[in-house]
């Protein structure tokens, strides 16, 4: 028999996904049957798969498995770490991941730009936010692997949250989805806006082509997409922008400016291209200039907020517009 008494990170979840989470060496199959022949319990109790856990509970399954060694009968449960013995080079973690907050349930990031959320296509094995967050994880012998509650593009800087244990992500999800946290960037943007302050209510539909996904707006069929901004700085011809998001569409930022006219300067995707070479040539603009500078959110009855500055690369630029 094998014992599991389930903490934090599994309370809130279904019977059948803690087993896949708790045991991920084991097939589904086993899952299956052990539960078909009712060979699970809760807290003595027979149990069927959409059962929820809570915290404290006592799992007991009367079935031993490949994948839990001999005498590892009653153990606490954790998330495995896998088996790489490394996510991510130290160094490059010690360079490139900045924590801007640390407390016991989430710890917020400042992510440089280049650096890509999650692995994928195209970003190097270990390097990218995700593989530096589970080695900063390990390397602090946490029992939950960090994981992100939201994205920013690779081109975007700035800060994004991770949560540390598995009710947390749950609890920030939620917040998420209900527009709970207030999420705000600094934009500089082609063209000067004809109102000081305003809001883009255009729909957003997702199109994939060989060139990369894109964001469509005003399409009849794409989903509800609004972005409210205030101009920072008229500068010669661009304005500096702060951007509060209600919803949270894929580019969103990006599309919305360029559905009006006004492309974000150093956009590969939505941009205009030869105005990013100038800028490119003449103040040494390598990249999107899009930074999420301030997270705000209720946590536990307190406030939570917390600051970016501008990059240096990108402050240079407006202190060189301004000198024009």
Known sequence: MITRVIDRNFANMRLDRFLRQAFPNEPLSTFFAILRKKK????????????????????DIYENFKSVP??????????????????????FVKENLVIALEKEDFVVLDKPSGIASQPGTGTRKGESLVEMLWQWGKDQQLDFKPTLAHRLDEETSGLII?????????????LLREHKIQKTYIALIKGNLKKDAGTINASLERTDSKAGSKMKAGSESGKKSVTHYVVQQHLNG????????????MHQIRAHFESIGHPLLGDTRYGDFELNREFKKEFGLKRLFLHSTRLEFDWQGKRIIVDSALPKELRDVVKALKKK
């Not at 991770?162 to 939620?174: S, W």
């Not at 500096?240 to 919803?247: F, I, W």
């Open 40 to 59: 699970v319990r809760v807290n003595g109790v027979h149990a069927k798969a959409p059962q929820i856990l809570l915290e404290g509970d006592t799992v």
């Open 70 to 91: 001999a005498g590892d009968s009653i153990t606490p449960t954790k998330k495995s770490w896998g088996t790489s013995p490394e996510f991510a080079d130290r160094n």
């Open 162 to 174: 991770a949560a540390l244990h598995g009710d947390t992500l749950r609890d920030l999800t939620r």
């Open 238 to 249: 661009y304005d500096l922008v702060k951007v509060n998001l209600e919803t949270g569409r």
